[in-house]
């Protein structure tokens, strides 16, 4: 069984701070890795994806992908309220399919 | 933008009803899924579709079918719905390794 796995939280962190979340996944064949974040009630949204080992940066967005280890991590920086919100972790286990791990609720305290 | 239409934000439905769930998308995307949400489950696919009249089963197809006849619709069928659909239903479409562009959702509730 492929399996992502994510901590629930929630993960609470003060406003200005580096939120830190972390995802595992079992599938060596993996290839692709989102990050998306749900706000409650709303459709998860897209936010970042990584496919090569390392780090890749899109404003106060970090993701950082090694495979060796099967971890996808996402570092918010200068957290603020408005991105307290559940992120879900996803991994392709094929062209077309995707698997999403439960997410983490993060809180950003003002 | 890609825009994916979910056609209903919240339905009731009764026991053993037939049930059609409409999704829409606006960017030509080959590829098409149906997700189901529910807590503590996170999302699990239910059927999705790579091109028009194709479909694959996903983790959970039982008591559901899907219908692609256009590339830019996929429906979700609910044979006769029960007690334990009641979930928030997930379209998404995608250009592969894009990710998912998700719709709205359908907020279904069997009674």
């Known amino acids: 069984q492929k399996e992502v796995e994510q901590n629930s939280g929630p993960l609470s962190v003060p406003e200005g701070a580096i939120a830190s979340l972390n995802c595992t996944y079992s599938d060596r064949g993996s290839q692709s890795f989102f990050w998306y974040r749900q706000y409650s009630g709303k459709s998860p949204e897209l936010i970042m994806s990584?496919?090569?080992?390392g780090d890749k940066e899109d404003g106060r967005f970090t993701a950082q992908l090694n495979k060796a280890s099967q971890y996808v991590s996402l570092l918010i920086r200068d957290s603020q309220p408005s991105d307290s919100a559940t992120y879900l972790c996803?991994?392709?286990?094929?062209?077309?399919?995707?698997?999403f791990g439960t997410g983490t609720r993060l809180k950003v305290l003002a | 933008d890609v825009k994916v239409t979910q056609s209903s934000r919240y339905l009731v439905k009764r026991t053993g009803e037939k049930v059609f769930l409409e999704c829409v998308q606006d960017m030509d995307h080959e590829n098409m899924f149906w997700y189901r949400q529910d807590p503590g489950l996170g999302l699990r696919l239910i059927y999705f579709?790579?091109?028009?009249?194709?479909?694959e089963k996903g983790d959970i197809p039982e008591g559901y079918s899907v219908s692609r006849e256009k590339k830019e619709r996929f429906s979700l069928i609910l044979e006769s719905a029960s007690t334990s659909q009641t979930s928030m239903y997930l379209c998404?479409?995608?250009?592969?390794?894009?990710?998912?562009?998700f719709g709205s959702g359908t907020r279904l509730t069997v009674v």
């Open positions: 990584i496919y090569s080992n």
């Open positions: 998404a479409s995608m250009a592969v390794d894009y990710g998912y562009t």
């Open positions: 579709s790579y091109d028009v009249k194709m479909k």
């Open positions: 996803a991994v392709n286990v094929g062209t077309y399919k995707y698997i």
